[in-house]
T-cell receptor
Framework: GAVVSQHPSWVICKSGTSVKIECRSL??????MFWYRQFPKQSLMLMAT?????????EQGVEKDKFLINHASLTLSTLTVTSAHPEDSSFYIC?????????????FGPGTRLTVT | GQSLEQPSEVTAVEGAIVQMNCTYQ??????LSWYQQHDGGAPTFLSY????GLEETGRFSSFLSRSDSYGYLLLQELQMKDSASYFC??????????FGKGTRLSVIA
């Protein structure tokens, strides 16, 4: 149980275009999902907390107009990178916590590798 | 603010025991967790400490001392597949607040 999927697993896009990444909890409901970014050989950086039915909470320094987050249902959150630039190339990972589990136990998706050319 | 410090790299021999340390600074503390991440993969949850002491799960154990703002992850009977990055994560409330920079463990024969 507690499986989180992401789609796509990798994407290459041209500079100036937008890319949407989906995060789904497959066998549980997640009222809260989290989006992270990870550069090569570096740690995960929390970008935003996505709450079902309400606006996302962004971490300091993360542009909310550039990284649009929508959490339309208890099993789906999307991250849209708008007007992507090469510096946005990174590994984007989502996670979700089961309502019944401890708040510390996050289940991570497999990640999406974004390359902007 | 919040911060965590972890050694960047550790090398250990197959079958041995390795300890990876984590020190932290925070104004509000709920707990410290540990995640494993293989290259190109997603982090997987290993262990969590909210109270002082040792938590054991199979070959993995995690220790916390809140008075010292210090924790460690202990891996016993090391296997080659344990080669990965290990992150300590500081929790405040329901959000994994801060990931440490991770310790890259290399297990050698």
């Amino acid at each position: 149980g507690a499986v989180v999927s992401q789609h796509p697993s990798w994407v290459i896009c041209k500079s100036g275009t937008s890319v949407k990444i989906e995060c789904r909890s497959l066998d549980f409901q997640a009222t809260t999902m989290f989006w992270y970014r990870q550069f090569p050989k570096q740690s995960l950086m929390l970008m935003a907390t996505s709450n079902e039915g309400s606006k996302a909470t962004y971490e300091q320094g993360v542009e909310k107009d550039k990284f649009l987050i929508n959490h339309a249902s208890l099993t789906l959150s999307t991250l849209t990178v708008t007007s992507a630039h090469p510096e946005d190339s990174s590994f984007y990972i989502c996670s979700a916590a089961q309502t019944s589990g401890g708040p510390h136990e996050q289940y991570f998706g497999p990640g999406t590798r974004l390359t902007v050319t | 603010g919040q911060s965590l410090e972890q050694p960047s790299e550790v090398t250990a021999v197959e079958g041995a025991i390795v300890q990876m340390n984590c020190t932290y600074q925070t104004s509000g503390f709920y707990g410290l967790s540990w995640y494993q991440q293989h290259d190109g993969g997603a982090p997987t949850f290993l262990s969590y400490n909210a109270l002082d002491g040792l938590e054991e799960t199979g070959r993995f154990s995690s220790f916390l001392s809140r008075s010292d703002s210090y924790g460690y992850l202990l891996l016993q009977e090391l296997q080659m597949k344990d080669s990965a990055s290990y992150f300590c994560v500081l929790h405040s409330g329901n959000t994994p607040l801060v990931f440490g920079k991770g310790t890259r463990l290399s297990v050698i024969a």
